[in-house]
């Protein structure tokens, strides 16, 4: 059991670039979720999906797309990548809501 | 914006003392869990408290879920090296969003 795994887990972009962000879960979790953190920002909700083919905005989705045409994967784009998505993203997952979320290691993405 | 607010934001502890991070709320929580980070690392999930006035342990971690179900607190006794990292909480803000506070980020000073 791998559980949640995120890729690429470094990056870096030149501004104005493209990339998508794949997260994958093989717990058959239906609630999956993208978070950015920032130093002092503590962890930001980009976009969430509460199942196959669903996706909702969260907190901070402008210049974000996202994905979910399979249940295990979600993926994250950067359409025209910004100095302000420096950052590291995380990808979580859990089974239904109140339960806990399980996490992936993390993206390191520089953005020059 | 973030639905929880934590305090404080950092926080330096003798190794072998005490401390406390708080999480508070403007509106009634329907439970509320919290994750360690490491440095360098993911959250982990360590807990969720559902029930007002809840108060579970983890050896030498105490969380607490206030009567009113709009703040909890995370205590720490006898602090070892071993605690170090941020410590979240995480909320249900609407029916399936999962929101954290800022994070409390622990140092121990040996």
């Known amino acids: 059991n791998a559980g949640v795994t995120q890729t690429p887990k470094f990056r870096v972009l030149k501004t104005g670039q493209s990339m998508t962000l794949l997260c994958a879960q093989d717990?058959?979790?239906?609630?999956m979720y993208w978070y950015r953190q920032d130093p002092g920002m503590g962890l930001r909700l980009i976009h969430y999906?509460?199942?196959?083919?669903?996706?909702a905005k969260g907190e901070v989705p402008d210049g974000y797309n996202v994905s979910r045409l399979k249940k295990q994967n979600f993926l994250l784009g950067l359409e025209s990548a910004a100095p302000s998505q420096t950052s590291v993203y995380f990808c979580a997952s859990r089974v239904r809501v109140n339960t806990e979320a399980f996490f992936g290691q993390g993206t390191r993405l520089t953005v020059v | 914006g973030q639905q929880v607010m934590q305090i404080p934001q950092y926080q330096h502890v003798q190794e072998g003392e005490d401390f406390t991070t708080y999480c508070n709320s403007s509106t009634t929580l329907s439970n509320i869990q919290w994750y360690k980070q490491r440095p360098g690392g993911h959250p982990v999930f360590l807990i969720q408290l559902v029930k007002s006035g809840e108060v579970k342990k983890q050896k030498r971690l105490t969380f607490q879920f206030g009567e009113a179900k709009k703040n909890s607190s995370l205590h720490i006794t006898a602090t070892q090296t071993t605690d170090v990292g941020t410590y979240f909480c995480a909320v249900r803000s609407n029916d399936y969003k999962l929101s954290f506070g800022a994070g409390t980020t622990v140092t121990v000073r040996a």
């Open positions: 717990m058959n979790h239906e609630y």
């Open positions: 999906s509460v199942g196959e083919g669903t996706t």
